[in-house]
C-alpha cells in the first residue's frame, strides 16, 4: 500500500435498499459500530448507485434512504463517531468520477465481474446503460475523493476496491508529477538531514535497482518519521520513492468484513428477496411468530423422534446466538429426541428479543423525530463536503483545471 497521511481514514457505503435486518445488522452494522471507535469513519447512502439499477422507479429512493439512516442509527452507528452523508449531497463525487472517466478504459469495466453478473441476475431491467458500466468507477471516486485508506466491504465488492487502486496508480502516473517535482524532491531530501537522506537514497536505489521490497517499507517508515518536512513533502517523498509522482490520490485497501453467514429462517442466507429475514425494527410478537414458525429436520414428526440439529435451520440460529452450554443442551436433546422443537427454538426467541429491543427503542426515538434525523445526514453532508472539496482542489489543478 502506498502509505499516506489518510491511511486510517475509513470510508464505507450502502445502498438504500430501505429497512435493514437482522443479516445487515450482523454482516455489516455492528462491523460499522465497531469500526467507528477505532478509526476516522465515513458512512455514506449511495443513492447515485442505487439509480443505476432503479432509474425507472426513482420515487421509492428517498424513503429508502431515512429508514436505512434511521437503522444505521437504531444500531448504534453514532454522528459524533462517524461523518454520517449522503453521496448525491456531496456532488464532488460526481465531479471526480467525470474526471476519472477520461483516464479509465472501458475494458476496466467491462472486466470488473459484477458488471456481466448483474445483468444476467437482473434480467428484467435494461442495465446496457452508460451509468451502470460505470457503477465501480462512482464507486472509486466515492472512495479516493477522501483519500480513504480502508474500504469495509464483503467479498463481492472486493473487485471494486481492486479497480479503484488501479485507477488511483494510473492518476497519480498521469498527473503526479508536478512541474519541478524534481527539484521539490531534492529540497525535501535535503530537509531530512545528512544522515536521513544518505539513508533514504541507498534505500530507494536498493527498491527501484533490486526490487527490494524490504528496503521500501523501511524507507517508507522513515519518511513517515520525519519531523521537518511538510506534508506535501512527504507525499512527494512517498511519490519519489515508488517511482512515480507525488501520491495525489492514494491507493485504498479493502477491509474484508468477518465472512458472517447470517442464516435466515429457512437456513438460507437471509436476504429481503428470499422473505427469510427478521427485520431490524420487527415487533416482538412477529419475532416469536417468525420464529415458532420455523421449519425443522422433517424427521421430527412425533415429539420424542430423534433429530439431526445440522439439517436444521433453528440450529443454524444456535450457532449466531447461544452458549456452548445451550448447544449442549439443544444437541443432546434433539438427537435424543428429550426436548420438542418449540423448546429448542425458546432460547432463540429471547436472544432475538433481547437484542432488538434496545434497537427497536433506538429506532423509535428517531421514528418520532425526523427532524434530528435530517440534522444529522446535513451535518455530515458538510463534512462530508469540506474533505471532498480539498481533494477536488488539487485533483483539478493537477489536471490543468484551476483558471485561477
Ligand atoms: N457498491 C457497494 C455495495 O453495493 C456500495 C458502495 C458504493 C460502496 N460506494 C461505495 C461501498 C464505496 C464501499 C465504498 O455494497
Ligand atoms: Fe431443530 Fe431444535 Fe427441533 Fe432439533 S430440536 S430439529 S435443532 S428445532
Known sequence: ????????????????????????????????????????????????????????????????VWDMVIDWLAAGVSPSAATIFVQSQVPEHAELHLLLSMITPLGWLERVPTYKDQQDKLKEKDLATYGFLGYPLLQAADILVYRAGLVPVGADQVAHVEITREVARRFNHLYGREPGFEEAVAVAVRKMGKKASRIYQDLRRKYQEQGDHTALETAKALVMDQQNITLGDRERLLGDLEGGGKVILPEPQSLLTPASRMPGLDGQKMSKSYGNYISMREEPAEVERKIRSMPTDP???????????????????????????????????????????????????????????????????????????????????????????????????AMGLSYR
Not at 2 to 9: F, I, L, M, N, Y
Not at 26 to 48: I, M, P, R, S, T
Not at 314 to 342: F, Q
Not at 374 to 389: H, L
Open 1 to 64: 500500500m502506498s502509505a499516506t497521511v489518510s491511511s486510517q481514514r475509513v470510508l464505507s457505503g450502502m445502498r438504500p435498499t430501505g429497512h435493514l435486518h437482522l443479516g445487515h445488522y450482523h454482516g455489516v452494522l455492528k462491523n460499522w459500530v465497531k469500526l467507528q471507535h477505532e478509526y476516522e469513519c465515513q458512512f455514506f447512502v449511495a443513492d447515485w448507485h442505487a439509480l443505476t439499477t432503479e432509474y425507472e422507479n426513482p420515487q421509492t429512493i428517498e424513503n429508502n
Open 299 to 397: 424427521a421430527r414428526v412425533r415429539r420424542n423422534d430423534p433429530g439431526t440439529p445440522e439439517k436444521c435451520p433453528v440450529w443454524e440460529l444456535h450457532k449466531v446466538y447461544s452458549e456452548e452450554e445451550t448447544k449442549a443442551w439443544v444437541y443432546e436433546g434433539c438427537t435424543s429426541g428429550g426436548i420438542g422443537c418449540l423448546d429448542c427454538k425458546k432460547p432463540i426467541v429471547e436472544a432475538v428479543q433481547e437484542e432488538l429491543e434496545p434497537i427497536r427503542k433506538r429506532a423509535e426515538e428517531h421514528e418520532r423525530n425526523p427532524d434530528l434525523v435530517r440534522s444529522i445526514i446535513a451535518e455530515g453532508n458538510d463534512t462530508a463536503r469540506e474533505r471532498a472539496r480539498a481533494t477536488l482542489k488539487e485533483v483539478r489543478s
